[in-house]
């Protein structure tokens, strides 16, 4: 039982992170106020004049905004199953090799691209997929004419979907490896026994034992849907890939910060966002119903 | 306990093995061929005759970027900002950790602090409403900006909590009855034995801060006092749509700086590349970690 003394002490304790918290993360919520004026940079936030739901009724009315929310949603989805399998099979594949220095090299190796800046992966992206780089001296070596990929709209949200798997695909594993290392050995041993093969071990054992697990980080990547990854498309992007690859959030960023459009800049962002949050909720309950997780 | 092994099973683990090593090769082949373009001849470069060998081996793109002063002077920023991001965000996570892992029959309003940052982690206003609070905070064109705009991290909060709810109750008990405060049982109880899951976020903070590039380009008027990783995005990770039609890129190849900007990419990389055998050691267990138990 801890002292009542100590509850003042706490609320020092927590001065620091909720001064943080209040100026940093909530002072800038009250700023989507700004969705619901006519800003005007002269007047500022406090002055502008309201507007209702006009900037709301606009972003209806605009072209982009159906172009942007299908972009969003096709990238972040297609991002969604590949992070989900592509780290699975991967830690399946591993799981069956024994060499514990094998195992472990491997392990540290894919985790690296991960930790890598998105202006880092872009650039690299950028050498290797341009119009003189190795894959495309490859296709031509194949007979195929080279492809500007990043100004190919066709090419550019599997470019995007593709290396961001390529960068998360070993961290993703992780947890996977975590599952795996928790299955009970006796259940193997006992397999054995009665003269399962590999495979069959594989089949039986492994798979089944791991399907709860992704299908719970499967139901909590449902609250992303609207994230289809800021940093990534915008080191990557260009004006004549927009019409594939320009998402919510490239869209917001030059709306706001470069046309100075900041009440439909703001309507955008705050209907994402809560879009967002409500998504979250319902992940996040859905996984407590029926795996009783919890994040504190 | 492995049962005999089929001819067909032997394939299989071949297969798979050869599989592997294939996977893990293509993880590092763009690091790869960035350094050796950064090691090649220009002219080389541009011809598209580099693979997996620098061609026409120098130095010069290093030797070129030795002149850059910006270059030194963005590596010199970033540097203020982890350290600045690291220490600061360290403090107040390890302050705020431990009150928020108390019952809240300990501590009465710990629950209705957790939900106020779990609300601030899931909810934000957008980009316009953060970038007119930076405005209004005076932070543009300021590094502090740069060190508290991310807000507080709330996840790493949650981390460093989630391990000190495990830790074993007997402990501060009997503490508590040697007459330990407070502030003795976080620093002479808590820190030390959280070290594992406090290197973790350390790590986090670290890494984050040294990649994170997009709220210089938007605070900072000046590109001097842009950071390493928005220098490099402005310089050397540019699309020009003009330069992609197919023949004019092939009489600009020759004018542009690709061997140079992989050079800059790759050095950017290096601090990562150097810390990350001690990285590696405490991430996983920090995402491990973040599954919890009640």
Redesign the interface.
């Not at chain 2, 899931?122 to 609070?133: E, H, R, S």
């Given at each position: 039982m801890i002292p009542r003394s100590f509850a003042k002490h706490f609320y020092i304790m927590l001065i620091p992170g909720l001064l943080w918290l209040i100026f940093f993360n909530l002072y800038p919520m009250y700023g989507v106020v700004a969705a619901f004026k006519e800003y005007n940079p002269g007047l500022g936030l406090w002055r502008s004049p309201w507007i209702g739901l006009e900037n709301f009724k606009y972003m209806f009315e605009l072209d982009d905004s159906k172009i942007i929310f299908r972009n969003t949603v096709v990238i972040a989805f297609s991002k969604m199953i590949g992070n989900l399998i592509v780290p699975l099979v991967f830690a399946l594949m591993l799981n069956e090799v024994k060499n514990r220095l094998f195992t472990r090299t491997v392990q540290t190796i894919v985790y690296l691209p991960h930790f890598l800046s998105w202006v880092i992966v872009g650039g690299m992206m950028l050498d290797i997929f341009a119009y003189n780089g190795p894959v495309n001296s490859l296709l031509s070596a194949m007979g195929v004419e080279p492809i500007l990929f990043l100004a190919n709209a066709n090419a550019f949200p599997a470019l995007i979907v593709g290396s961001d798997i390529w960068k998360e695909f070993g961290f993703n594993a992780i947890i996977f490896f975590a599952a795996l290392t928790s299955i009970n050995p006796e259940m193997y041993e006992a397999a054995a026994i009665d003269g399962a093969s590999q495979w069959q071990r594989l089949i039986k054992i492994t798979i089944p034992s791991i399907m709860p697990v992704a299908a719970l980080l499967a139901t909590l990547s449902l609250g992303n849907i609207l994230n289809a990854g800021f940093d990534q498309v915008f080191t990557m992007y260009n004006p004549s890939v927009y019409s594939t690859g320009d998402i919510i959030d490239t869209w917001v960023y030059r709306a706001g910060l470069i046309d100075f459009q900041h009440g439909l800049a703001t309507a955008v962002g705050l209907l994402k966002s809560v879009v967002g949050l409500v998504l979250i909720t319902v992940s996040y309950t859905l996984a407590y119903r029926f795996a009783n997780y919890r994040i504190f | 306990?492995?049962?005999e092994?089929?001819a067909a099973?032997r394939l299989?683990?071949g297969l798979?093995?050869v599989?592997?090593i294939i996977?893990?090769l293509?993880?590092?082949a763009?690091?790869w061929?960035?350094l050796s373009?950064s090691l090649s001849d220009k002219a080389a470069a541009?011809?598209?005759q580099?693979?997996l060998w620098p061609k026409g081996f120098t130095m010069g793109s290093y030797m070129k970027i030795m002149e850059d002063a910006q270059f030194f002077r963005s590596a010199w920023i970033s540097v203020q900002r982890v350290v600045l991001g690291a220490a600061i965000s360290f403090?107040?996570?390890l302050?705020?950790s431990?009150?928020?892992s108390?019952t809240s029959r300990?501590?009465?309003p710990r629950n209705v602090?957790?939900w106020?940052?779990?609300f601030?982690m899931?909810?934000?206003?957008?980009?316009?409403?953060?970038?007119?609070?930076m405005q209004?905070?005076g932070l543009i064109n300021n590094i502090w900006g740069l060190v508290?705009?991310?807000?507080?991290p709330?996840f790493n909060?949650?981390l460093v909590?989630?391990y000190l709810r495990n830790m074993p109750k007997e402990m501060e008990e009997s503490a508590?009855i040697d007459g330990a405060?407070?502030?003795r049982i976080?620093f002479s109880i808590c820190l030390p034995l959280s070290v594992p899951v406090l290197a973790t976020i350390l790590v986090f903070t670290i890494?984050y801060h040294?990649?994170?590039?997009?709220q210089a380009l938007?605070l900072m008027n000046k590109s001097d006092m842009y950071p390493l990783?928005?220098y490099?995005?402005q310089v050397?990770?540019v699309?020009?749509?003009t330069k992609?039609d197919?023949e004019q890129?092939?009489r600009t190849?020759e004018l542009s700086n690709?061997t140079l900007?992989?050079a800059k990419?790759f050095i950017?990389?290096l601090p990562?590349?150097v810390i990350?055998?001690f990285?590696?050691k405490y991430?996983?267990k920090g995402?491990?970690l973040g599954?919890?138990k009640?």
């Open positions: - | 306990m492995i049962a092994r089929s099973s299989l683990n798979n093995f599989l592997l996977i893990m293509l993880c590092l763009p690091v061929y960035t373009i541009a011809g598209g580099v693979f403090f107040v996570i302050l705020m431990y009150p928020l108390k300990d501590f009465k602090f957790m106020l940052l779990i601030a899931l909810f934000n206003g957008g980009l316009v409403p953060w970038y007119l609070t209004s905070l508290l705009g991310g807000g507080l709330v909060v949650i909590m989630n508590l405060g407070p502030w976080l890494v040294w990649n994170e590039f997009f938007v990783q928005s490099i995005k050397a990770v699309i020009d749509p992609m197919a890129v092939k190849a690709q900007n992989a990419i950017s990389m990562l590349l990350y055998p990285l590696q991430f996983v995402i491990t599954s919890v009640g």
